[in-house]
């Protein structure tokens, strides 16, 4: 029958038309590329630049100086506060999160600290302030958000103490109830020590206690 036919006909050219369009929708869409995820370090550098972006309105002044002067005495008991070292500057920096392992580095602070203070040893707060300016120009950064991080880094000092793990045999070695004979005398309740009350037997001539009672001993037996 030759209607049937040009219908078997129509219905495989349009199975074939279907098909080949499908191939082409697979086709586009593995020529599509795929989104990879982030890793750490591009997060990191992306809510770096976030905040860098961010307009940071200048710090006071008078805390800045204040800062200043905190940081140029720390380690140099001869130091009046009117100067700071490369060497101080850096550990302000460290402490406030302007020297990191992807930002403003210790060579980057070396070189703009002798641009400004021309083979001086010191700068002076001013002098300092163009220090940052430097900085800030240098690693296109603003320098009032450098200031900022300054300010509010507080006084000078260790940021966070090193946690010692304490094993068994650690525990056993300083638990101060099993301590005995003349060294629990020296020790308090909590396990602290007395200083000189804990050595020194107050109604004694001034022996220790371990002394004393050798003392005593010896002179039994004579």
């Given at each position: 029958?030759?209607?049937?036919?040009?219908?078997?006909?129509?219905?495989?050219?349009?199975?074939?038309?279907?098909?080949?369009?499908?191939?082409?929708?697979?086709g586009t869409e593995k020529e599509k590329p795929k989104e990879g995820r982030k890793n750490k370090c591009e997060i990191?550098?992306?809510?770096?630049?976030?905040?860098?972006?961010?307009?940071?309105?200048?710090?006071?002044?008078?805390?800045?100086?204040?800062?200043?002067?905190?940081?140029?005495?720390?380690?140099?008991?001869?130091?009046?506060?009117?100067?700071i070292k490369l060497s101080q500057s850096d550990k302000w920096f460290k402490q406030a999160g302007v020297i990191k392992?992807?930002?403003?580095?210790?060579?980057?602070?070396?070189?703009?600290?002798?641009k400004v203070s021309k083979k001086a040893p010191n700068l002076s707060f001013p002098a300092w302030c163009k220090f940052?300016?430097?900085?800030?120009?240098?690693?296109?950064?603003?320098?009032?958000?450098?200031?900022?991080?300054?300010?509010?880094?507080?006084?000078?000092?260790?940021?966070?103490?090193?946690?010692?793990?304490?094993?068994?045999?650690?525990?056993?070695?300083?638990?101060?109830?099993?301590?005995?004979?003349?060294?629990?005398?020296?020790?308090?309740?909590?396990?602290?020590?007395?200083?000189?009350?804990?050595?020194?037997?107050?109604?004694?001539?001034?022996?220790?206690?371990?002394?004393?009672?050798?003392?005593?001993?010896?002179?039994?037996?004579?």
């Amino acid at each position: 029958n030759e209607e049937d036919l040009t219908d078997e006909v129509k219905g495989s050219n349009y199975t074939d038309e279907k098909e080949g369009n499908e191939e082409v929708v697979e086709g586009t869409e593995k020529e599509k590329p795929k989104e990879g995820r982030k890793n750490k370090c591009e997060i990191a550098e992306t809510l770096d630049s976030q905040e860098e972006s961010e307009v940071v309105p200048e710090p006071d002044k008078a805390q800045l100086k204040s800062q200043f002067q905190l940081f140029s005495k720390f380690g140099d008991k001869s130091s009046d506060g009117s100067t700071i070292k490369l060497s101080q500057s850096d550990k302000w920096f460290k402490q406030a999160g302007v020297i990191k392992q992807k930002g403003v580095s210790s060579t980057d602070t070396l070189i703009a600290f002798s641009k400004v203070s021309k083979k001086a040893p010191n700068l002076s707060f001013p002098a300092w302030c163009k220090f940052l300016d430097e900085i800030a120009t240098a690693k296109t950064l603003d320098v009032n958000t450098i200031k900022t991080k300054l300010v509010e880094s507080g006084a000078p000092g260790i940021t966070a103490g090193t946690k010692i793990k304490k094993s068994a045999a650690m525990k056993r070695l300083t638990d101060t109830s099993k301590y005995g004979a003349a060294h629990r005398q020296r020790l308090d309740s909590p396990g602290r020590g007395k200083g000189k009350e804990g050595s020194v037997d107050s109604k004694s001539d001034g022996h220790l206690h371990g002394n004393k009672d050798k003392k005593g001993a010896g002179a039994k037996k004579k």
